[in-house]
């Protein structure tokens, strides 16, 4: 598909790919998994009408440094989106996370002490359970999965649930092509066997610390984290507003981009 990330950028923990568009007040969007910046592309370009907005591949996924024995934890996350926001040079950046890049980005201000204007937390890893039974029975047995052959079925049917909508073929091959074969698997399973809620848990205490504007924007029929769970985040931080997104799943920037894309630029003005 047509998106390039043309940019680099060495951090200490590896590697990252990026793209910056548009000008105005920076905003970085950070995409969760097992995806990458592409699930951005319907939304990036209305956001960077006004603002400048950058994109990048978290490390170990997309266009990035990807490898086996690699730190991919949130932790690890946190700290890379910390590293970019000041090589860039982006003084107090709205900073967007989706899925896991919401515990990214809340790491980053609440862990790393990255400033920021605005904070968007969309279908986000905040609060503990976030680990979905599916990936609790992966990590369980990560050594006898990684040699199942029905490991990739097991994939592609759990992937097919992140959106309401069945996604067009290359959009689907475009998002997790990343995981084929053997190698795509064993970086599958290195990601999830590094889901810990203990990262979540170490910022919990801290919402509540929270002075920025924040939106949390859901997809109504989220198969991963119920909507529910939305009301719980919102209510944890002070003065957070919810938007839920009618007829969406936790991919919900494929299933209504415009949507999506209405309500943070709507908040970020």
Known sequence: MDWELNGRLRTRRGEIAYRSM????????????PSRS??????APLLARRRRVIVWDLLGFGDSERHVEQDVSLVAHG????????????????????????????????IEEVPIAELALIDGVVLAPWITPRTREL???????????????????????????????????GL??????????????????????????????????????????????????????????AASIPGAQRVVIPGAGHFC?????????????AFLQ
């Not at 592409?38 to 939304?43: F, G, H, P, S």
């Not at 910390?82 to 967007?96: I, S, T």
């Not at 399973?189 to 590094?194: G, T, V, Y």
């Not at 910022?203 to 529910?228: C, K, M, N, Y």
Request: hydrophobic share 45%.
């Open 22 to 33: 548009g000008q105005g007040p920076p905003v970085v969007l950070v995409h969760g998994t």
């Open 253 to 265: 920037m494929e299933d209504e981009p415009e949507q999506v894309a209405g309500a943070l630029d």
């Open 38 to 43: 592409l699930v951005w592309r319907q939304v």
């Open 79 to 110: 700290e890379v989106l910390a590293e970019l926001v000041e090589q860039l040079g982006l003084e107090r950046p709205a900073l967007v996370g989706h899925d896991i890049g919401g515990a990214v980005v809340l790491r980053a201000h609440l």
């Open 139 to 173: 990590q369980a047995d990560v050594e006898r999965w990684a040699s199942d052959p029905a490991l990739e079925d097991t994939i592609v049917a759990h992937l097919r649930s992140a959106t309401s909508r069945a996604l067009a073929p290359d959009v689907f091959q």
């Open 176 to 233: 997790f092509g990343q995981w084929e074969g053997e190698h795509g698997r064993a970086l599958y399973l290195r990601n999830l066997a590094q889901f810990d809620e203990r990262h979540t848990d170490e910022f919990g205490p801290r919402l509540a610390s929270i002075q920025a504007p924040t939106l949390v924007v859901w997809g109504e029929e989220d198969a991963w984290l119920p909507v529910e769970t939305s009301e719980r985040v």
